[in-house]
């Protein structure tokens, strides 16, 4: 039997950062912290952390999985990059994970996974049987801002094609805004 792939996977789209550490349905670590902002700095030395308690290195792994999102803009591009610099460094291929793809994992039936997107607005995406049977859309209503379990995201990823790298899953644009200063002049 050919040993299950060792997958290292991590989410920072909801104010948190999480990451776990899986082998077949094996958890050999597992961390998740509150945090409103610092994820860029956390991630990483959080990823060496549950490397380390499961006596493992970076070269021992075969796959990164990672939250995509929808979620914090900035959070989901901290997961997103550091996934891609990851997978090209290491020599093995990243997976993207949606919210909604982690919400619905393992479920039966039909249903709409819904994530809060502020603003009086909510995030939302059909499934049948835990596959997509629409387009992820934003519609107005509420819905809790769940934080999806880095466990979860590894188990998708696992069911996942390996294919093109991971992209953030934008449905609104970012609320960020041009400076209302007049750029610098460039000297000859």
Same mark, same amino acid.
Request: hydrophobic letters at 45%; glycine letters at 10%.
């Given at each position: ?79 997103? +990059? ?6 090209? +460094? ?43 049977? +629409? ?6 209503? +509420? ?46």
């Amino acid at each position: 039997m050919p040993p299950k792939p060792l997958i290292l996977s991590f989410d920072t789209s909801a104010a948190h950062c999480a990451a776990a550490l899986v082998s077949g349905d094996q958890i050999l670590g597992a961390m998740s912290e509150p945090l409103q902002k610092g994820q860029a700095e956390r991630l990483i030395p959080m990823l060496e952390e549950v490397l380390s308690g499961a006596d493992k290195s970076w070269d021992d792994l075969d796959l990164i999985a990672v939250g995509v999102g929808p979620g914090n803009f900035t959070g989901v591009r901290i997961a997103v +990059s550091t996934a891609r610099g990851l997978s090209l +460094s290491l020599g093995i291929p990243a997976v993207g994970v949606s919210v909604f793809e982690a919400l619905a994992f393992g479920t039966k039936g039909r249903l709409t996974v819904s994530r809060d997107a502020r603003r009086g607005m909510v995030f939302s995406q059909a499934f049948e049987d835990g596959v997509a049977v +629409s387009e992820p859309a934003m519609s107005e209503g +509420s819905a809790d801002d769940a934080a999806i379990d880095p466990v979860t995201v590894a188990f998708c990823a696992a069911g996942k094609d390996v294919g093109t790298p991971p992209a953030p899953l934008y449905l609104r644009s970012a609320d960020a805004a041009l400076p209302s200063d007049p750029p610098p002049t460039i000297l000859p």
